[in-house]
């Protein structure tokens, strides 16, 4: 199931399929990168602290309150 392109600084990781940098069911922030959305592709700051590519279907959006989006490091 792919998800379509929105505009959200949020994603849920819904499948991770053994990468150590991900958790299933964990809230990571979405990073703009147009070329790795016309690959079905987005790109996700990870467990590991850096920004890196991953298949959208291990993603799907969410909407965040601001008190959430100030909580996971969005700034203000």
Known sequence: ???????TD???CVASH???D???GKV???LADDRAN??????????SGED???PRSYFVPVELSYEAK???GAPS
């Open 18 to 20: 053994d990468c150590e």
């Open 22 to 24: 991900l958790q299933k």
């Open 70 to 72: 100030i909580a996971l």
């Open 52 to 54: 890196y590519l991953y």
């Open 28 to 30: 990571y922030a979405l």
């Open 38 to 47: 016309e690959e079905d592709f987005v790109r996700v700051v990870d467990d």
């Open 1 to 7: 199931m792919a998800i379509t392109p929105v505009n």
């Open 10 to 12: 949020f994603v849920l």
